[in-house]
């Protein structure tokens, strides 16, 4: 079974610019959740989508946003990018919704490096 | 304070030594506790989960959660070069929340 994709793997963007990055899931997988990996801050949680619905959410500003298509492939867009915005920014999806009693396990992608210039 | 802390390291130990990661929280909701790999340039990878308190062992790899002290640690025995990576921690409220990761810790295995 082919893993979690992500494109493109590298990109660089000035500052102001927006950029949309996009996540493939595990076939069957129906949450996607999106994180922002940087060298100070770790790895933070940015939203999670669930059957095309924002499930969960973190604490980042509104110009971070995302969507779900039906077919669960995911992107994520970034508007008027600023210099902190470069990170690594991986997906990760898992296969069930809530109440099915066993663990839900995130298998993550290899992530999208951005660089804001 | 971070909801999660975790010593950053770098960490550099021979082969075949036991490793100690170890991880703090203040969120006493926490009741999933994950520990993930991550190579260079690669996704993190699941390792370990525990749910609540109690040890957790799979080949050389061991999960402690103490809850009453909101301290996780992870042992890895008869350490490999092949290890060397870095090792987050990570927790949830539940199955379907939200994860939340610690910093991460450096790990190198010298041969």
């Known amino acids: 079974k082919a893993g979690v994709t992500q494109t493109p793997r590298y990109l660089i963007k000035t500052r102001g610019q927006q950029v949309t990055l996009s996540c493939s899931p595990i076939?069957?997988?129906?949450?996607v959740s999106w994180y922002q990996q940087t060298p100070g801050q770790g790895l933070q949680f940015l939203f999670e989508?669930?059957?095309?619905?924002?499930?969960n959410k973190g604490n980042f500003p509104g110009r971070f946003s995302g969507r779900q298509f039906s077919n669960s492939r995911s992107e994520m867009n970034v508007s008027t990018l600023e210099l902190g915005d470069s990170a690594l920014y991986l997906c990760?999806?898992?296969?069930?919704?809530?109440?099915?009693?066993?663990?839900?396990?995130?298998?993550f992608g290899p992530g999208t490096r951005l660089t804001v210039l | 304070q971070k909801e999660v802390e975790q010593d950053p390291g770098p960490l550099s130990v021979p082969e075949g030594a036991i490793v100690s990661l170890n991880c703090t929280y203040s969120?006493?909701?926490?009741?999933?506790f994950m520990w993930y790999r991550q190579y260079s340039r690669k996704g993190p990878e699941l390792l370990m989960y525990?749910?609540?308190?109690g040890n957790k062992e799979d080949g050389r790899f061991t999960a402690q959660v103490d809850k009453s002290s909101k301290y996780i640690s992870l042992f890895i025995r008869d350490s490999q070069p092949s290890d060397s990576a870095t090792y987050l921690c990570?927790?949830?409220?539940?199955?379907?929340?939200?994860?939340?990761f610690g910093p991460g810790t450096s790990l190198s295995v010298i041969p």
């Open positions: 969120n006493s909701a926490f009741q999933y």
């Open positions: 525990t749910y609540s308190s």
């Open positions: 076939s069957g997988h129906r949450s």
């Open positions: 990760a999806s898992s296969l069930a919704g809530s109440g099915s009693g066993s663990y839900n396990e995130q298998f």
């Open positions: 990570a927790m949830r409220e539940t199955s379907y929340d939200k994860v939340i």
């Open positions: 989508y669930f059957s095309e619905t924002q499930r």
